[in-house]
């Protein structure tokens, strides 16, 4: 799931990039401008969604090691 987690936020940052080069052309026209207006909206909505699955993913890489501790320390004591 992790794993999952990152290589998804990695995508978005795929998409977010490619998005950003197309925003950053210059655009003649008012609609060239809106459209222009309405990527750099969508990428800065993307930019949080990446960041919320790379804290979610880090989270869940926490929360594994610490179930594999425990159970390690459960083997341990012999329960």
């Known amino acids: 799931m992790e794993a999952a987690l990152r290589r998804h936020a990695g995508k978005l940052a795929d998409i977010r990039r490619h998005a950003l080069s197309v925003a950053l052309l210059s655009w003649d ?21 990446i960041s919320l699955l790379e804290s979610a993913a880090q989270d869940l890489g ?12 459960h083997r341990e004591v012999g329960l």
């Open 29 to 49: 026209s008012p609609a060239g401008g809106n459209f222009r207006t309405y990527l750099s909206e969508r990428c800065t909505e993307l930019s949080g969604t």
């Open 62 to 73: 926490d929360y594994g090691h610490l179930v594999r501790e425990a159970e390690a320390l």
